[in-house]
Structure formats: structure tokens, C-alpha cells
């Protein structure tokens, strides 16, 4: 599975972004799906996941109420909707891919693919 995120760019707090993932490769439907982001000097950290079927998904506290991750199986393609953007919002964003959602949720390091970051800058 190939993963490419798209979206980022730069705004001003309480602006919006959405960002998306569009997979390539073997069927998308049998892939949950996450997001995470990379601030500088940080570790990756978790953002949200969604299952399969998109009927579960899961949230930072950080970022809970704020952000909905969704999915089109038709399109191979994830989302997350970034509303009341916070400076430390600012990260390089990841989308991911695992068969298991607890994989997603609970054991990155596990995770089966990866896609490359797109930058997401919010200023005061």
C-alpha cells in the first residue's frame, strides 16, 4: 500500500484545514486507518484512527472534539477534517495504514505502512 497525504499549508489559529490520503496498492477497505503528527523536537504522537468500515474511530484528547477523521472506501481515501486550529496544532502530518485498528490506536511501531508528512503551520 501506497500513501500520499496532501492538504497541509499555513493558517491562522481557529482556521480550518482538511487534510487527505489517497491509497494506492491493495484493496483500501481492508486497511484501518490513522492519522499522526511530528512536531520539532517531538515524537510522533497519535492523532485519530478510523476502522474499515469507518464505523469506529478514535481520538487524541488533544484534538478530540476539534478533529474527525472520515473515509471513502470507493475513493481510497481517509481525511481529517482540523477545525479551532492551536499553534501547537503545527506539525508535519502522517497518514497511516494497519489491518488492525488497535494496531492504529495502540501500537504504532507496529504499524504495516506509512505514508509521507505534510506540513501543517498555525500562527498566532
Known amino acids: 500500500v501506497q500513501l500520499q497525504a496532501s492538504g497541509g499549508g499555513s493558517v491562522q489559529a481557529g482556521g480550518s484545514l482538511r487534510l487527505t490520503c489517497v491509497a494506492s496498492?491493495?484493496?483500501?477497505?481492508?486497511?484501518?486507518m490513522g492519522w499522526f503528527r511530528q512536531a520539532p523536537g517531538k515524537e510522533r504522537e497519535f492523532v485519530a484512527a478510523?476502522?474499515?468500515?469507518?464505523?469506529?474511530?478514535g481520538y487524541a484528547d488533544s484534538v478530540k472534539g476539534r478533529f474527525t477523521i472520515s473515509r471513502d472506501n470507493a475513493k481510497n481515501t481517509v481525511y481529517v477534517q482540523m477545525n479551532s486550529l492551536r499553534p501547537e496544532d503545527t506539525a508535519v502530518y502522517y497518514c497511516?495504514?494497519?489491518?488492525?485498528?488497535?494496531?492504529?490506536?495502540?501500537?504504532?511501531?507496529?504499524?504495516?505502512?506509512w505514508g509521507k508528512g505534510t506540513q501543517v503551520t498555525v500562527s498566532s
Open positions: 496498492g491493495r484493496a483500501f477497505s481492508s486497511y484501518s
Open positions: 497511516a495504514a494497519d489491518t488492525d485498528f488497535q494496531t492504529i490506536r495502540r501500537r504504532p511501531y507496529d504499524i504495516d505502512y
Open positions: 478510523i476502522s474499515r468500515s469507518g464505523g469506529i474511530t
